[in-house]
Structure formats: structure tokens, C-alpha cells
């Protein structure tokens, strides 16, 4: 069985432009002529040459270049090639996920925080989420926020991706409503995170990002969990979320801490 030039261009998904350009090089022939050499014909078995001419193309090899290459090549020439190109494409890839990771975090909490109406407080089953948490380490030498904050954030850039949203976690909600200015931690919502805020009954909070909203919904959250006999069982999670790019004034604080129902004696 034979191709024609279209038929192998579509068959190989290469372009008939870039199969007519390897052929005016004299780097790709066809195996036969029909009809009084009025249509060149192709055999299938040459689509993996096709294939690995437009590999060389990618890697950097254009026209007179792929030509002199083609001519003078070995094997190990060959292998160099792919060898530098790999590594290229693997760092593209690792560059691409980063995005990837930053844009689906981004996305993820956005879509969380429309769960919950504003000022609100509920009971909700959350799924796992992976986190990567970094200490705000306040021992040693009093240092400022901004430096303690620097160096959580430091850790992240180490260990994570930096670019996924951020927020603090407290090591218990007691700590978040009498302290809310002194987390134990910063928290990267980093897909790619091993360390996990664990699946469970949480008690949510939602409420603009401003102190007051923050200290009156933090209240409002304790007397909700009195109300209905709770009782916090980990640490307190802020996460911050943007639904828009207007700035920190568009900016929601969601505050999450798993709890469990308390067994009240008769």
C-alpha cells in the first residue's frame, strides 16, 4: 500500500509544507511513482522518518543545518541531540506545571469560598487538601512581623511554589481568637504539598478581609460552636481568597478548624 503526499501528511499529522521542505533537502524521498510518475508515492513505514525529522526540526535544527546534520550524522550525534533537547523540555515542563499548580490552587479556593455566603458560619464536610506549612519561628532575638513573615515565606520559596495562594495556621482556635495577629504558622495551598489539611467536619467561617470582620467572625464561630455543643479538635486554617484582580480590597478570609460533636452528660 501507497501514499500520496497528502494521504501521508495526513497519516502522519506533519504539515505538507514541512514535508515538502525535507524533501527539497534531499532529506526524505518517496519510495515510488504512479500513474506516469505523475503522483509520488510514499510507504507508511516511512512515517517514523518523518517523525524523527521534525524531532531533529524541534530541536533546533532548521533547514541547511538539518541538511549538513542529516549528511554527516552518527548515531551518538544523534543521541547528543536528543539528550540537550530533553533537558530543555523537561525544565519547559517543570515551568509549565509551576503555572499549572498556581492556577488550579487559585481556582480551587475561589470555588470553595462561593460555598459560603459571606459573614457566614456553618458546619461543612471538607475533602483532604494538600498544604505546605513553614513555622513563623518567634524564638531567639524579638524580631518584626515583616521579618518573621520574610522568612516563613523564605521556606516556601525553598520547598513549594510560591506563587499558590497563602494564608496562616493557628495550632488551635483559642490561639486565632485571642492572638489573631500571631499564627504559628504560614501555609501554602500547594497542590504538590505531601503534608495534608486533613478530610473531616470543619466549622467555616467567611468574612471580608478586614481585623474587625476578622476578630467578629472568629467570635461568631466560638459562640456558634458553644451553641451546638463543639468542640474544636486541631488547628485553626485562615485561608485567603481573591475573586478578582481588584486588589486585597476584593479579598476574602475563610476560617476553617475541625471539630466534633461533645457528649453532654444527663
Request: glycine share 8%.
Amino acid at each position: 500500500m501507497y501514499l500520496r503526499t497528502s494521504g501521508l501528511a495526513v497519516c502522519a499529522e506533519i504539515s505538507l509544507s514541512a514535508i515538502e521542505k525535507y524533501i527539497s533537502l534531499g532529506l526524505f524521498e518517496p519510495m515510488a511513482n504512479k500513474e506516469g510518475d505523475r503522483y509520488r508515492a510514499f510507504d507508511p513505514r516511512q512515517i517514523p522518518h518523518l517523525h524523527m525529522l521534525n524531532l531533529l526540526k524541534e530541536a533546533g535544527l532548521q533547514g541547511e543545518r538539518l541538511k549538513k546534520y542529516a549528511q554527516n550524522k552518527t548515531q551518538q550525534m544523534t543521541m547528543d541531540v536528543f539528550r540537550r533537547h530533553s533537558q530543555m523540555l523537561r525544565g519547559e515542563m517543570a515551568r509549565i506545571q509551576k503555572k499549572l499548580d498556581m492556577i488550579e490552587s487559585h481556582a480551587s479556593l475561589m470555588k470553595d469560598g462561593t460555598c459560603a455566603a459571606p459573614g457566614g458560619v456553618a458546619l461543612r464536610t471538607l475533602p483532604a487538601r494538600p498544604i505546605l506549612c513553614c513555622p513563623i519561628e518567634r524564638s531567639g532575638p524579638r524580631r518584626k512581623d515583616i521579618d518573621l513573615l520574610c522568612r516563613a515565606h523564605g521556606q516556601i520559596r525553598e520547598r513549594g511554589n510560591p506563587g499558590c495562594p497563602l494564608g496562616f495556621a493557628y495550632k488551635e482556635f483559642l490561639d486565632l481568637l485571642e492572638y489573631p495577629g500571631q499564627p504559628a504558622q504560614l501555609v501554602s495551598f500547594d497542590p504538590r504539598s505531601s503534608e495534608t489539611r486533613p478530610a473531616g467536619e470543619y466549622l467555616v467561617g467567611t468574612a471580608p478581609n478586614t481585623s474587625n470582620d476578622v476578630k467578629s467572625l472568629s467570635r461568631r464561630m466560638f459562640v456558634y460552636a458553644m451553641q451546638n455543643e463543639l468542640e474544636f479538635t486541631g488547628p485553626a486554617y485562615a485561608a485567603y481568597i481573591f475573586d478578582t484582580a481588584a486588589g486585597p480590597k476584593e479579598c476574602l478570609l475563610q476560617i476553617s478548624v475541625q471539630v466534633n460533636q461533645t457528649i453532654q452528660g444527663n
